[in-house]
């Protein structure tokens, strides 16, 4: 059983990074996005870590994110351990009646966005295909904008995504792959462009 959700999760995550990397041509030569976003990441153990070049799966604009299904199609169910993560933690399933991809889709975008939060991160959302097929696992996260208003909005987006960035230090920047599950909140500071024909001398 567990298996078969890790297996399946793997496939979603393959196909999503195929497709979201032939829509956007933002990745330059040396595997570091166009813009370098900044902020602060703070994870569920309360540790601060100062991060650059932050994405989502590698993408920093069109990052597909979906709408909340309502409460009356959500079916709750408990598993006493969960270790995607290498952690034992009790997890929630919501099962959805339908799969969240085909409702309101949005296109977040790291430049219109100063803060993520994961609210519920040992709650998962749960679409099953049909019997005998694998379940596609999805996570809540809150985001709030950057406008004048900080304006919030939950979406869920795929599980098997991960904050990527890179952690400074004296000895050179540290690469993290940090799953959502294991963060409180993500705060972007700012943005820079990257000076691609100085890069290149």
Not at 71 to 84: F, L, T, V
Not at 143 to 172: F, M, P
């Amino acid at each position: 059983m567990r298996t078969n959700f890790s297996y399946g999760c793997m496939l979603l995550c393959a196909s999503m990074l195929l497709i979201n990397w032939g829509e956007q041509s933002s990745i330059q030569g040396s595997g570091k996005n166009k813009v370098n976003f900044y902020g602060t990441l703070l994870t569920r153990e309360n540790k601060k870590i100062e991060l650059d070049n932050i994405s989502i799966a590698h993408l920093y604009e069109k990052i597909l994110a979906y709408e909340v299904p309502s409460e009356k199609k959500i079916y709750e169910k408990k598993e006493s351990k969960y270790d995607n993560d290498g952690l034992s933690r009790h997890l929630v399933k919501y099962e959805v009646e339908q799969d969240p991809r085909r409702g309101i889709v949005t296109k977040l975008d790291l430049a219109k966005i100063a803060e993520i939060k994961v609210p519920q991160p040992d709650v998962r959302w749960v679409w099953a295909r049909r019997k005998g097929y694998h379940s596609v696992p999805f996570i809540e996260i809150e985001v709030t904008y950057n406008d004048s208003q900080k304006t919030k909005h939950n979406y869920l987006i795929e599980d098997c995504r991960k904050i990527i960035g890179d952690e400074k230090n004296e000895a050179g920047p540290l690469e993290k792959d940090i799953p959502l599950n294991a963060i409180q909140q993500l705060t972007i500071s700012g943005y820079r462009y990257r000076d691609i024909e100085k890069s290149k001398k």
